[in-house]
T-cell receptor, first 114, second 117 residues
């Protein structure tokens, strides 16, 4: 089954404790992306990757890091989480560039930073 | 400036009523794509439709229909004879094909639809 998986689905942590949210897709997609969803703001793009070792900032990259060492994986790293990073996070992938390809979303990771 | 505006924060209707969700977008590109996604209470994002800027034909899929009007930069979504299962947050999104932003997706803030029995 074609899918995007994220782990963990729920995470409660404390300020400053480094964490990683994993994202994996089994569709051999080149393009992957991370979003955060906040009430009243919709989804905002954090980072995206066009292929292995190629990443770029989205609209809200501050406080986040990503890496793309393998095509299927695109982890999101919070080196020093802060309460304003409490949010619902989605990973997504699609076959190619631009909107001509459907974007597949993971199930979401709800992060709470206290 | 927001690229995608969904002015309706929340809408409540009674089952079987028709409802239209508004979406207004902003872009300078001549080639772009518009999307609608549904987010039910369970939280996942469900793809509903993609439309490119060269195809202004309205689309109907069962009880769902979409009205794309370039002249007003709008891509509105209508649910006919709404059902309780339609209760969700609906997002409109834009992807530009040209320039530096071709890998970016811009989402509206979402419209929460409550369908009451």
């Amino acid at each position: 089954e074609a899918q995007v998986t994220q782990n963990p689905r729920y995470l409660i942590t404390v300020t400053g404790k480094k964490l990683t949210v994993t994202c994996s897709q089994n569709m051999n997609h080149e393009y992957m992306s991370w979003y955060r969803q906040d009430p009243g703001l919709g989804l905002r793009q954090i980072y995206y990757s066009m292929n292995v070792e190629v990443t770029d900032k989205g609209d809200v990259p501050e406080g986040y890091k990503v890496s793309r060492k393998e095509k299927r994986n695109f982890p999101l790293i919070l080196e020093s989480p802060s309460p304003n990073q409490t949010s619902l996070y989605f990973c997504a992938s699609r076959q190619g560039r631009g909107g001509s390809y459907e974007q597949y979303f993971g199930p979401g990771t709800r992060l709470t930073v206290t | 400036a927001q690229k995608v505006t969904q002015a309706q924060t929340e809408i409540s209707v009674v089952e079987k009523e028709d409802v239209t969700l508004d979406c207004v977008y902003e872009t300078r590109d001549t080639t772009y794509y518009l999307f609608w996604y549904k987010q039910p209470p369970s939280g996942e994002l469900v793809f509903l439709i993609r439309r490119n800027s060269f195809d202004e034909q309205n689309e109907i899929s069962g009880r769902y229909s979409w009205n794309f009007q370039k002249s007003t930069s709008s891509f509105n979504f209508t649910i006919t004879a709404s059902q309780v299962v339609d209760s969700a947050v609906y997002f409109c999104a834009l992807s530009e094909a040209g320039g530096y932003n071709f890998n970016k997706f811009y989402f509206g803030s979402g419209t929460k639809l409550n369908v009451k029995p």
